[in-house]
């Protein structure tokens, strides 16, 4: 077996001699537990600007005791004191090492090291993970300090921590090795801390709605409801093809049709497509079902959702995000735009005048494949129009209404009898920073055409298709069984918390996102 790279490392090299050493003297370097009275942000709460006492007064044990944990990550020694900070889950604090008080568990003092400050000094380093008991003082310039009385190493940390000037400065480093970047940066840090109250948000708000959460499998042996290409595996127990799902919609619907109202379900599905800013071939996604909704219900759910959270987090409906100089305001209602219409506002060009050999040369001259354009639909160029010349414009929150059938499977025709007439169908999708951030339908639950649009799209697949859906009789099946009138959407959970966290990239609000091999 190939010996790790870090292993040759001089560092790795001191730190592992010095846990050999720890353990000569008889010393635990990897205690089962330790038991905090406090962790950072409670003492600070608990205390905030009380004067309790100076570093004498803590010498002497009459000031406020407390027991804290965290990681040393600052260490100078002074004279007859040692001053360091450690930083736990909530922040960080200083801690004051003395010579003649401070204390090392299970430490027993030589005639080569006759003081456990020496050990501290010695055998700790940064990184390493330390208990202190110890009584709190504040120093002359107020700074909130422990008086340590007695050291407990936790945990003895073989490799060294990035230097703390430049930090991470290689984003491929962040990314792959998270661990380091939250370690080394508060702002990280703090973006997957909203991100896990952005989506405990979002549960409260649909479970107020009314909605159940559920959930259903990761695994599948037909995929459906987006048009991508799957993952696939095999099942060896059943000597079956799967595949990872793509989406949440069909199971869904199918406990819709069993007779649950309101249902939602935040899980993992896999694409497997491109990766960039704001796509990863895993990520999460939120999914809702509402019996006897359509798509203006939906449309109105959605914009007051986004409007709470801004509310909860900002205290306002506007982000500012400085490094586009723009202001996103989230407030309710949103602005609503038919795919044409989006097009003749920001494309300027008018699709009821325009022929589809003309729409095609328009896209030719725009860099578009010809090939791909061979035998696209008028649906398709409508849609293609307006991905290339209206989305980038959509800035502030739209939804843009009234979609060509092409454009899905799975969505109800329009009720006005002229779209209905063009192949429109109920369909928005939510754009922000001119980026899609959400789908959604009235659903289809007429079974025949239901099945007819999944042929066609069968046929797509058969004719080399990747991200076309394959026939799926079950689900036609649970159709027939009877769905009531329904809306549902999808939302990437990811792009979200790249609004609300002011993220430019994907890869910043996924713990560990996907990346490319190491050599």
């Given amino acids: 077996?190939?010996?790790?790279?870090?292993?040759?490392?001089?560092?790795?090299?001191?730190?592992?001699?010095?846990?050999?050493?720890?353990?000569?003297?008889?010393?635990?370097?990897?205690?089962?537990?330790?038991?905090?009275?406090?962790?950072?942000?409670?003492?600070?709460?608990?205390?905030?600007?009380?004067?309790?006492?100076?570093?004498?007064?803590?010498?002497?044990?009459?000031?406020?005791?407390?027991?804290?944990?965290?990681?040393?990550?600052?260490?100078?020694?002074?004279?007859?004191?040692?001053?360091?900070?450690?930083?736990?889950?909530?922040?960080?604090?200083?801690?004051?090492?003395?010579?003649?008080?401070?204390?090392?568990?299970e430490y027993n003092p030589t005639e080569a090291?006759?003081?456990?400050?020496?050990?501290?000094?010695?055998?700790?380093?940064?990184?390493?993970?330390?208990?202190?008991?110890?009584?709190?003082?504040?120093?002359?310039?107020?700074?909130?300090?422990?008086?340590?009385?007695?050291?407990?190493?936790?945990c003895k940390s073989l490799l060294p921590l990035p230097d703390k000037h430049s930090g991470l400065a290689d984003k491929g480093v962040r990314y792959r090795k998270r661990w380091l970047d939250l370690i080394t940066s508060t702002e990280s840090k703090n973006i997957f801390i909203l991100r896990s109250k952005i989506i405990s948000e979002i549960r409260k708000y649909f479970d107020t709605a009314g909605f159940l959460e559920?959930?259903?499998?990761?695994?599948?042996?037909?995929?459906?409801?987006?048009?991508?290409?799957?993952?696939?595996?095999?099942?060896?127990?059943?000597?079956?093809?799967?595949?990872?799902?793509?989406?949440?919609?069909?199971?869904?619907k199918k406990l819709i049709v069993g007779g649950h109202d309101k249902v939602f379900e935040i899980g993992k599905?896999?694409?497997?497509?491109?990766?960039?800013?704001?796509?990863?071939?895993?990520?999460?996604?939120?999914?809702?079902?509402?019996?006897?909704?359509?798509?203006?219900?939906?449309?109105?759910?959605?914009?007051?959702?986004?409007?709470?959270?801004?509310?909860?987090?900002?205290?306002?409906?506007?982000?500012?995000?400085?490094?586009?100089?723009?202001t996103i305001d989230l407030k309710a209602p949103w602005i609503r735009m038919t795919m044409k219409d989006a097009i003749k506002t920001y494309g300027k060009y008018d699709i009821d005048t325009l022929t589809d050999n003309q729409m095609k040369d328009i896209l030719i001259k725009a860099k578009f494949d010809?090939?791909?354009?061979?035998?696209?639909?008028?649906?398709?160029?409508?849609?293609?129009?307006?991905?290339?010349?209206?989305?980038?414009?959509?800035?502030?929150?739209?939804?843009?209404?009234?979609?060509?059938?092409?454009?899905?499977?799975?969505?109800?025709?329009?009720?006005?009898?002229?779209?209905?007439?063009?192949?429109?169908?109920e369909r928005f999708e939510s754009f922000i920073l001119g980026g899609e951030i959400i789908n959604a339908y009235t659903e289809l639950n007429d079974p025949e055409l239901q099945r007819q649009l999944l042929v066609e799209q069968s046929i797509k697949k058969e004719k080399g298709d990747e991200e076309a859906n394959p026939l799926d009789e079950e689900f036609i099946e649970a159709i027939c069984q009877g769905m009531p009138p329904t809306s549902g959407m999808g939302m990437g959970i990811d792009r979200l918390v790249m609004l609300l966290c002011k993220a430019s990239s994907i890869k910043d609000v996924i713990y560990f996102p996907m990346m490319k091999n190491e050599e």
């Fill in 113 to 154: 090291d006759p003081k456990p400050i020496k050990f501290i000094e010695k055998k700790i380093d940064l990184g390493d993970i330390i208990g202190v008991e110890g009584n709190l003082f504040r120093t002359h310039k107020g700074e909130l300090t422990i008086f340590a009385k007695k050291v407990t190493l936790l």
């Fill in 1 to 105: 077996m190939q010996t790790p790279e870090y292993h040759s490392h001089e560092e790795f090299q001191n730190r592992t001699k010095k846990l050999h050493e720890i353990k000569e003297l008889n010393i635990e370097p990897y205690p089962h537990k330790y038991t905090p009275t406090h962790n950072t942000k409670e003492l600070f709460d608990l205390i905030k600007e009380s004067p309790i006492g100076n570093s004498e007064e803590a010498f002497e044990g009459t000031t406020p005791s407390v027991t804290m944990a965290g990681r040393l990550i600052l260490f100078r020694a002074m004279g007859k004191n040692a001053f360091g900070h450690i930083q736990d889950d909530t922040g960080k604090i200083q801690i004051m090492f003395n010579r003649d008080k401070t204390t090392v568990e």
């Fill in 214 to 252: 559920v959930e259903t499998p990761v695994l599948q042996n037909i995929y459906g409801g987006a048009q991508a290409k799957p993952f696939t595996t095999e099942l060896n127990a059943l000597h079956q093809q799967m595949f990872l799902r793509i989406s949440l919609e069909i199971p869904l």
């Fill in 370 to 425: 010809p090939d791909t354009l061979k035998e696209a639909t008028r649906g398709s160029l409508i849609a293609h129009m307006f991905e290339e010349f209206a989305e980038s414009s959509l800035i502030q929150p739209h939804h843009i209404i009234d979609h060509p059938i092409e454009t899905t499977p799975l969505c109800k025709l329009h009720r006005n009898p002229k779209d209905k007439a063009e192949n429109l169908v």
């Fill in 269 to 326: 599905v896999f694409r497997n497509e491109g990766i960039d800013k704001t796509h990863n071939p895993e990520f999460t996604e939120l999914e809702a079902y509402a019996t006897y909704w359509d798509y203006n219900n939906m449309m109105s759910f959605i914009e007051n959702l986004f409007e709470k959270l801004a509310i909860t987090f900002f205290n306002d409906t506007k982000i500012i995000l400085e490094d586009r100089n723009v």
